[in-house]
Nanobody, 116 residues
Framework: QVQLVESGGGLVQPGGSLRLSCAASTSIFSIYTMGWYRRAPGEQRELVADISSSGTTNYADSVKGRFTISRDNAKKTMYLQMNSLKPEDTAVYYC??????????WGQGTQVTVSS
């Protein structure tokens, strides 16, 4: 079972930037589709962005043009570069790994707070 550890969250002012990282324990990281999800207070968890094993990316409309998802298979790490952050981006961000015939795996989450 792959284990995921997120890092990089914190407090940032509106308009600022943060980069989240998700480190995976598996040696077959490259075959996983990786994703970032978030849950704001009182809301359901939603997809932010994901990236397939071939590098195809997908973004929620609310973050298009501001966030960039990427992966480094050699380092077994996924990233989320978040620019032009808004207060409505405040949430706990979760890393997700999935592949066929396996239950998805979740990280423990990292808090992102956008506030002045």
């Amino acid at each position: 079972q792959v284990q995921l550890v997120e890092s990089g969250g914190g407090l940032v002012q509106p308009g600022g930037s943060l980069r989240l990282s998700c480190a995976a324990s598996t040696s077959i990281f490259s075959i996983y589709t990786m994703g970032w999800y978030r849950r704001a207070p009182g809301e359901q968890r939603e997809l932010v962005a994901d990236i397939s094993s071939s590098g195809t990316t997908n973004y929620a409309d609310s973050v298009k043009g501001r966030f960039t998802i990427s992966r480094d298979n050699a380092k077994k790490t996924m990233y989320l570069q978040m620019n032009s952050l808004k207060p409505e981006d405040t949430a706990v961000y979760y890393c997700n790994a999935r592949r066929q015939l396996r239950a998805p795996t979740w990280g423990q989450g990292t808090q992102v707070t956008v506030s002045s």
